[in-house]
């Protein structure tokens, strides 16, 4: 086999009836602005590493990626909760969720990242909710840098950061990047993965 034919094989992890539901929204990826496949394995294999069991997505979309996030919380036995603006892609989302995993907990919110944020904070501090081993950020370029001051500080330290599109959107993102490479209580790389990923530890 050339090194070109491996590269076009696709890891393949779940039942068949989930494959068949991760597959169609694959035809739509581009519309929904889903993560492509590779990323997706990327970010299911990084949360089962890491044994999270508290993840944050913010940018829920059809929960496409939302899906492989629970295919490892269903293994570490964690629970998701993931932000959306947009209502009717939130319904997908959700429908995609309890018919694929209906065992794995998750909580949808439907609103402004930053402003769910902020409720989460708040909850947080009051001691109503605990903070996230693990945040997945992937929804607009622009406020990444909000999400991130907001992130910080519910986010456990050992905790880990993962952000979509630093590379296709370097410009968008390019004060989110350069807080977090000088910030001295994160570690990060950037990964050629998809449209480039950028992973942050956050130390202990
Ligand atoms: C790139 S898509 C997310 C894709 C998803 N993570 C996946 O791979 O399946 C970004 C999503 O974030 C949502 N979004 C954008 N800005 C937002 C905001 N300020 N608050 C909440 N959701 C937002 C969009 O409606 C869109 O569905």
Excluded at 16 to 22: A, I, N, P, S
Excluded at 32 to 59: M, P, Q, Y
Excluded at 116 to 144: G, H, T
Aim: aromatic share 10%; hydrophobic share 35%.
């Amino acid at each position: 086999m050339t090194n070109c034919n491996v590269l076009k094989l696709k890891p393949v992890f779940f039942d068949e009836d989930t494959e068949k539901t991760l597959c169609e929204l694959e035809k739509t990826r581009c519309e929904f602005w889903n993560l492509d496949r590779d990323c997706a394995n990327f970010l299911n294999t990084l949360i089962k590493i890491h044994n999270a069991k508290n993840v944050l997505e913010i940018g829920t979309s059809n929960g496409y990626s939302g899906m492989w996030i629970l295919g490892a919380l269903r293994e570490t036995k964690g629970k998701l909760t993931t932000i959306e603006f947009w209502e009717k892609r939130q319904s997908v989302a959700r429908n995609n969720f309890k018919n694929h995993f209906p065992d794995v907990l998750v909580e949808a919110k439907i609103g402004s990242a930053i402003v769910v944020l902020e409720d989460i904070l708040e909850e947080i501090e009051k001691n109503k909710r605990e903070k996230y081993d693990f945040i997945f950020i992937d929804a607009n370029k622009k406020e990444y840098i909000e999400y991130f001051k907001l992130a910080d500080k519910i986010l456990k330290n050992g905790g880990v950061i993962l952000a979509d599109n630093i590379l296709s959107h370097y410009e968008k993102v390019q004060d989110y990047v350069e807080n977090l490479f000088n910030n001295p209580s994160y570690q990060s790389q950037i990964l050629e993965l998809g449209t480039g990923m950028m992973l942050s530890y956050k130390n202990k």
